[in-house]
């Protein structure tokens, strides 16, 4: 694959040698911290008194050289003041360097210590002249104090003028190198003037407008272990050229790059209000052919509103679908974004079902090819050039506008999926970029001065300030330039509480009047899973579940999605059931599952506390909601359990808790749900579930989403039981596996044996659920599907008690009638109650529905129809009812390919009514509502 930063572009005769990116065997380890302006924090391996026996001193080389035997230009001598104690200011702010060394610096002047921190910097222990230890050095805490800037990086314009601004406080010396429009010439190399905090600063001519530009950065690398001299891109950058080689002078306030009517977004009144659907940008539309080849997996996609893809998603919004939260757009590394340089795979058109042709072929090409999910940041702030119909320039940036705008036009909001927690590279690696500006600044260093790499890359440190600044400038700009109504975080838990809070106080200042979106709506939510390098340092401030409650900070909900489907998201457990797949009410006995008790006893306590878990993630996910036990006792949403530890509920309002079974990460739900549900079971007929009672088992699943309370996803296709041939992580699998059918004609089962390099491990449990010919899903239940989840978007938006925006008002109007029966329960049966104005119990409530005084939530994941009696039930219940239609047991007209299509009720939603008793179907979805 092409290099994404060309440093080494074509230049005079100054230009640079390659760098390979490794580094050098003989360094020390950097592990002494300068944390203040006159103290140091030293990880030695030194003990208490050799530390006070022993001769202590900083040294430092303006020219690197120190390793290779040269002088330093200052030498200081350190004092050691025993460790780093618990209760000190030191101890209490960083946690983590408590028991260190602490070391005192003499008194230097801010010039002397700026000096210092421009120069190669090595502590040096010794006894009586002999050497006894050596360590570099980390300086990020000391910038944090001594050298953040809270004022504009990056390029602004003043009268026409390009003014550059770039943070780099540990450079020596910094130059813009100018290019042509073509990026492919230098122009100029023109000297930056050193400003206060360590920006570099220069104000260019009105004529440099279009043209590109790289910066020059002499500074000291630990990586290389030498001064170099880095070309890079500017970390700021609005758009770049092709590949990412070059930054470009444009302005985002240019006219020309505004589409014509750019209008505010849509921005629902409360974050409960949403209904997410993800999507890749190629996922949508590459294999759409009723869209122009030049336009499939583009931006400008979303332009053509008669397309297949465009007519699902506009139908999917007039059912109540709010916003279309985008896989990566912003730049990343991993594809080549030249459209004629991109390899495409040949695959085999009569390979079979469980071929491994088709994988191979997409081996062969995929790093060279156009797909990629994008977890690879190169550039925060720039669109994606891969998806430009031309990546060279300002292309990009219009054509995002116009998707944004698009899909506005439909009553759809754009969330960006933002990834702040890594880079694609780091070091002098040549897709690097941070780290050849301010070595060691911007990333997570360990004991050793190692860059940790807990997300997957090297971890970004966030919680230095400047990190933080770049997050929230971009997040600003991403929502003012662009009118992105929402962000989810990647990996959240490796961002600190504090960021999110910043992001949150940036982004309300932001009005529609001056700004053209209302920040104030902008829906802020991530993974908050609890584990990784922050977490390990500084627990007690990790964006995560455990300290989120309170900030109005969506959470995905691994609680409800691991006990509806079963297992977790460890493909070991890609066969263990959960409530909707079969647990204990419709086994499995596969000899694959690990992750399920052996005995039906055991197996029906699982399901008992899965439905538990349910129940609380269909009341927004509530720390403070309580529930009926199996034992008939009272427990709250935190101590309920979770996989055997007390926590289930995490949330302190429903719209932190984002409801959801399925994500682009992982199986599809119906693949989760090919590999769970009754395969070849003896005495069972069939001994496999059909097709039919597959789709049942996923519409329980998206039941479970959009009929409780809470924030609502679903990951692109699951209304249409989107497949990936049982690919459990397609990141890198191409369109073949990735790209979704609008003509609904295949769901992508049967497509080959999955990526060998993520799933090689499980063929043999694919192979022959691939070949069996009474497994595939067939247009009929496609169709049914899809007609399914529209009715259930369409109930949702109907009524706000679907909706509730407080915790309180969950906890007063909230009830599961299945459970208050203890012990005596039907097992799996979910009966949520959801009461309205005086028929309410307790305080007199609000009247929220103006046609209902109650509705009735009922789900059954057994296989047989079940018998549900309540005293609540000898009330007036009829269908849940809109415009004076049932509207789950009415037939429904879809646009399909253009022709408007009706479609049946499912007759897993027709249930009958006696006295104070309801027969739910088998796999069943009811809803009932008493009127006002």
Not at 341 to 353: D, F, M, V
Not at 736 to 762: C, I, M, Q, S
Not at 808 to 817: K, P, S, T, W
Request: aromatic share 8%.
């Amino acid at each position: 694959m092409a290099l994404m930063l060309m440093l080494l572009a074509v230049g005079p005769s100054w230009s640079l040698p390659q760098d390979t990116g490794e580094m050098p065997e003989n360094l020390p380890a950097a592990s002494v911290r300068w944390v203040e302006p006159e103290t140091l924090v030293w990880s030695s391996q030194l003990s208490d008194a050799r530390l006070r026996s022993v001769s202590l001193s900083l040294a430092s080389s303006a020219d690197g050289t120190l390793l290779q035997g040269g002088q330093p230009d200052i030498n200081l001598m350190l004092r050691y003041l025993g460790p780093v104690t618990a209760d000190s200011e030191l101890g209490k702010k960083f946690p983590y360097l408590r028991g260190k060394a602490r070391l005192k610096l003499p008194e230097i002047s801010p010039a002397e210590r700026d000096e210092l921190l421009r120069s190669q910097l090595l502590l040096r222990a010794s006894d009586q002249s002999q050497p006894v230890a050596e360590a570099g050095v980390q300086t990020a805490l000391l910038l944090d104090q001594v050298a953040s800037y809270a004022g504009p990086l990056g390029i602004r314009f003043h009268r026409y003028q390009p003014e550059f601004r770039l943070w780099a406080p540990t450079a020596r010396n910094v130059h813009l190198l100018r290019y042509d429009k073509q990026a492919d010439q230098i122009l100029a190399r023109l000297p930056m003037q050193r400003k206060a905090q360590g920006v570099w600063e220069l104000t260019g001519h009105s004529s440099w407008y279009g043209q590109y530009y790289l910066y020059e950065v002499q500074v000291y690398s630990p990586a290389a272990g030498a001064m170099v001299s880095n070309w890079v891109t500017d970390p700021y950058s609005t758009t770049l050229a092709a590949n990412s080689s070059h930054s470009q002078i444009v302005s985002l306030a240019d006219p020309v790059l505004m589409p014509a009517g750019w209008e505010a977004p849509p921005q629902p009144e409360a974050p409960e209000d949403l209904a997410i659907y993800e999507l890749h940008l190629r996922d949508f539309s590459a294999a759409d052919q009723s869209l122009p080849e030049a336009d499939r997996g583009k931006y400008t996609a979303f332009g053509h509103v008669g397309s297949h893809g465009m007519q699902h998603l506009r139908a999917l919004a007039k059912s109540g679908l709010s916003h279309v939260h985008l896989l990566p757009a912003f730049d990343f590394a991993t594809v080549e974004e030249r459209a004629e340089h991109q390899a495409r795979p040949l695959i085999p058109k009569l390979a079979a079902p469980d071929s491994d042709e088709q994988q191979a072929s997409i081996g062969t090409t995929r790093v060279a090819d156009a797909y990629n999910w994008g977890y690879d940041p190169l550039h925060y702030g720039a669109p994606e050039g891969s998806y430009s119909t031309d990546p060279q320039g300002w292309r990009r940036i219009i054509e995002f506008r116009q998707m944004v705008q698009a899909l506005a036009r439909q009553n759809l909001g754009v969330i960006m999926d933002v990834v702040y927690n890594h880079s694609h590279a780091a070091g002098q690696d040549p897709r690097s970029v941070l780290d050849k500006i301010v070595p060691g600044y911007y990333y997570r260093l360990d004991e050793a001065g190692a860059i940790q790499q807990t997300t997957c890359c090297p971890d970004t440190a966030s919680e230095h300030r400047m990190m933080e600044k770049l997050m929230v400038d971009t997040l600003v700009r991403w929502a003012r330039d662009y009118k992105v109504s929402g962000f989810r975080f990647d990996l959240m838990g490796h961002h600190t509480t504090a960021n999110l809070r910043n992001v949150r106080e940036a982004l309300d200042k932001l009005t529609l009047a001056r700004d053209g979106i209302d920040g104030r709506k902008i829906y802020l939510y991530g993974e908050g899973w609890k584990f990784g390098s922050l977490d390990a340092r500084l627990p007690a401030e990790a964006m995560n579940q455990t300290n989120a409650a309170g900030l109005g900070i969506g959470n995905f909900n691994d609680r409800l999605r691991d006990s509806a489907r079963g297992g977790n998201f460890n493909h070991a457990t890609r066969s263990d059931q959960g409530w909707l797949s079969g647990l204990y009410l419709d086994p499995n006995h596969s000899p694959h599952n690990s992750d399920t008790p052996a005995t039906a006893e055991a197996q029906k306590a699982q399901l008992l506390n899965y439905t538990d878990n349910l129940r609380l993630g269909m009341s927004g996910g509530l720390k403070d909601y309580l529930l009926t036990g199996p034992d008939g006792k009272v427990i709250k949403g935190s101590n309920l359990t979770y996989r055997g530890q007390p926590g289930a509920g995490f949330s302190s309002d429903p719209q932190e808790s984002i409801s959801y079974v399925s994500a682009h990460d992982n199986y599809s739900l119906w693949d989760q749900i090919a590999a769970k549900a009754p395969y070849g079971v003896k005495g069972r007929q069939p001994e496999t579930a059909s097709p039919q009672q597959r789709m049942e088992m996923q519409l329980l699943g998206l039941a479970t989403v959009l009929l409780g309370q809470g924030v609502p996803f679903l990951d692109s296709g699951i209304e249409i039981l989107r497949s990936k041939s049982g690919d459990g992580d397609s990141y890198d699998s191409g369109d073949w596996f990735n790209a979704l059918d609008w003509t609904y004609a295949h769901n992508g089962w049967g497509r080959g044996l999955p990526a060998a390099w993520r799933n090689e491990k499980e063929w043999d449990f694919w192979r022959p659920r691939l070949t069996d010919p009474t497994f595939t899903a067939g247009r009929r239940e496609i169709l049914a599907s899809l007609a399914q989840t529209h009715r259930f978007l369409r109930l949702r938006r109907s009524t706000p008690l679907l909706r509730l925006r407080s915790a309180a008002e969950i906890r007063q109007r909230v009830r599961f009638l299945n459970a208050e029966q203890g012990s005596r329960q039907i097992p799996g049966l979910i009966a949520m109650l959801v009461e309205d104005g005086p028929l309410a119990q307790g305080p007199k409530l609000a009247n929220l529905d103006k046609q209902r005084s109650r509705i009735l939530v009922l789900l059954n994941p057994a296989p047989t129809s079940i018998r549900f009696q309540h005293p609540l039930l000898t009330d007036d219940w009829k269908f849940f009812h809109e415009h004076g239609q049932p509207l789950l047991q009415t037939e429904l007209s879809l646009p399909i390919e253009s022709h408007m299509t009706s479609l049946p009720p499912l007759a897993a939603s027709l249930a009958q009514f006696e006295a104070d008793t309801v027969h739910i179907p088998a796999r069943g979805v009811v809803v009932l509502q008493v009127d006002q």
